[in-house]
């Protein structure tokens, strides 16, 4: 899975303030919406919103995947967040979330957006990946390790 494919530096942030699984959303919202003119963020949130509740998106292991169709979006869609201080996200293991990756699609693709959102959570749950994810100290290192490129620390 080519995570380029959907996620780009400016819908990647590391040490955001997350406060509560609301907060969150409504951030992702922004910084999707802020990137792609196309979109609204009040559109994306109530989305989002929606499909929280059928069920979380907190997968376990301090990772959540908020994921939802919507119009105007043309391709998949993604941003990802490393918040400060992990927040409750209702998930299945019953533990606070750290790492947000949001995902959106069009609103007719059932299947890519299925392929995609589970090819997402596998690459999730390996804990070298997530590792990565967590050691990540800036949004430049955030997205080098999502999109798994090598970062070099900074020469004096």
């Known amino acids: 899975m080519d995570i380029q494919s959907f996620l780009n530096p400016r819908r990647t942030q590391c040490g955001v303030e997350g406060v509560s699984k609301k907060r969150t959303i ?3 919202a922004k910084l999707i919406a802020d990137d792609i003119p196309t979109l609204d963020a009040d559109d994306i ?11 979380s998106t907190g997968l376990g292991q301090g990772i959540a995947i908020p994921h939802c169709r919507i119009r105007n979006c043309i ?4 941003a990802l ?4 201080k ?5 998930s ?3 533990k ?12 007719e693709a059932n299947d890519s957006h299925l392929q995609t959102l589970s090819a997402l ?3 999730l749950i390996s804990t070298e990946y997530l590792e990565t994810l967590r050691q990540s100290e800036t949004n430049e290192q955030l997205y080098l390790a999502a999109t798994c490129q090598q970062h070099t620390a900074a020469s004096p």
């Open 75 to 78: 391709t998949p869609t993604g």
């Open 92 to 94: 299945i293991d019953g």
């Open 26 to 28: 409504e951030i992702i």
């Open 86 to 90: 992990p927040i409750d996200f209702e």
């Open 45 to 55: 949130f109530l989305s989002f919103i929606g499909r929280e509740k059928l069920g």
């Open 96 to 107: 606070p979330v750290d790492i947000v990756f949001a995902l959106i699609a069009p609103e």
């Open 81 to 84: 967040l490393k918040l400060n």
């Open 121 to 123: 959570a596998e690459k």
